[in-house]
């Protein structure tokens, strides 16, 4: 009678092995489907700081223009100085790809820069002329560069892919 109950136990015993082990594998399963879902989110809500932040660099450069366009140059210069700042810390975003561009931010800093340097020379010298037109064509190429990079991403805020 003691064989029976070893040899029920041992079955028993088995029998819980392979349901703890399917139990495991399921656990194992729910925490990797976990673990993708987290990544997603995070990386749809970087995606969405992302837009956010870019968007608010192109109102800047619409702030910019009016600011030149009523000649205040000053203030334009701060504006100036704010975006460059905001461009420098938007290095490396995300494309659609998951890779990193630099959306043109290069040029875009250095047509900036010499936008900036126009401004401090005028303010010094106020006989300095200005041309809106001239002004407006680079931060409308900046702009348009910005908005170019919204319209390639703004569907991955969405939760659609390729």
């Given at each position: 009678?003691?064989?029976?109950?070893?040899?029920?136990?041992?079955?028993?015993?088995?029998?819980?092995?392979?349901?703890?082990?399917?139990?495991?594998?399921?656990?194992?399963?729910?925490?990797?489907?976990?673990?993708?879902?987290?990544?997603?989110?995070?990386?749809?809500?970087?995606?969405?700081?992302?837009?956010?932040?870019?968007?608010?660099?192109?109102?800047?450069?619409?702030?910019?223009?009016?600011?030149?366009?009523?000649?205040?140059?000053?203030?334009?210069?701060?504006?100036?100085?704010?975006?460059?700042?905001?461009?420098?810390?938007?290095?490396?975003?995300?494309?659609?790809?998951?890779t990193n561009e630099?959306?043109?931010?290069?040029?875009?800093?250095?047509?900036?820069?010499?936008?900036?340097?126009?401004?401090?020379?005028?303010?010094?010298?106020?006989?300095?002329?200005?041309?809106?037109?001239?002004?407006?064509?680079?931060?409308?190429?900046?702009?348009?560069?910005?908005?170019?990079?919204?319209?390639?991403?703004?569907?991955?805020?969405s939760g659609e892919?390729?």
């Open positions: 009678m003691n064989e029976w109950f070893g040899s029920i136990g041992t079955l028993l015993t088995l029998v819980g092995i392979i349901i703890a082990v399917f139990q495991i594998r399921k656990t194992t399963r729910a925490a990797e489907a976990a673990r993708v879902a987290a990544e997603i989110t995070t990386s749809n809500i970087q995606l969405n700081v992302t837009l956010s932040d870019v968007s608010s660099c192109v109102n800047e450069v619409e702030e910019i223009k009016v600011l030149i366009r009523s000649m205040r140059y000053e203030a334009a210069l701060l504006r100036v100085t704010d975006l460059s700042g905001r461009l420098i810390q938007l290095k490396n975003i995300p494309n659609n790809n998951n630099q959306f043109k931010n290069k040029e875009n800093l250095a047509q900036l820069s010499i936008l900036r340097d126009l401004l401090e020379r005028k303010l010094q010298d106020r006989n300095l002329e200005i041309k809106p037109s001239s002004v407006n064509k680079i931060l409308s190429d900046i702009s348009d560069d910005l908005h170019a990079w919204i319209g390639s991403n703004k569907y991955l805020s892919s390729e």
